[in-house]
């Protein structure tokens, strides 16, 4: 199972990015995939998850608002559009996949399979 990460960057304060996964060796229709961050010096957190079958998504209290959680059936690619970006916004982000059913707000222990990790940079 490959989980490839697109579209991290620099960017200004406000500013917006999306964020690609595509995955390989796993298809993700019944899969529940998610986002996680990790900044310098923290612990990687949960940003956004959707359940593929249904679509239902769910983000963390920092990013709701802001960040939407999308899916391509066709393509087997989750996406993370990230808009209102802050400079607290910036650490390296990664997909996630083979979260638990049901679940809402992951810890890094509920992740099988990790992206490479792409790097978003929010300057002030």
């Known amino acids: 199972v490959q989980l490839q990460a697109f579209g991290g960057g620099l960017v200004q304060a406000g500013g917006s990015l999306r964020l690609s996964c595509a995955a390989s060796?796993?298809?993700?229709?019944?899969?529940?995939v998610g986002w996680f961050r990790q900044a310098p010096g923290e612990e990687r957190e949960f940003v956004a998850l959707?359940?593929?079958?249904?679509?239902?998504?769910y983000n963390a209290d920092s990013v709701k608002g802001r960040f939407t959680i999308s899916r391509d059936s066709a393509k087997n690619t989750v996406y993370l559009q990230m808009n209102s970006l802050t400079p607290e916004d910036t650490a390296v982000y990664y997909c996630?996949?083979?979260?638990?059913?049901?679940?809402?707000?992951?810890?890094?222990?509920?992740?099988?399979?990790w992206g490479q990790g792409t790097q978003v940079t929010v300057s002030s």
């Open positions: 996630a996949a083979g979260l638990p059913r049901g679940i809402r707000n992951p810890k890094p222990y509920d992740v099988n399979y």
């Open positions: 959707i359940r593929w079958i249904g679509g239902t998504a």
């Open positions: 060796g796993l298809t993700f229709s019944t899969e529940t």
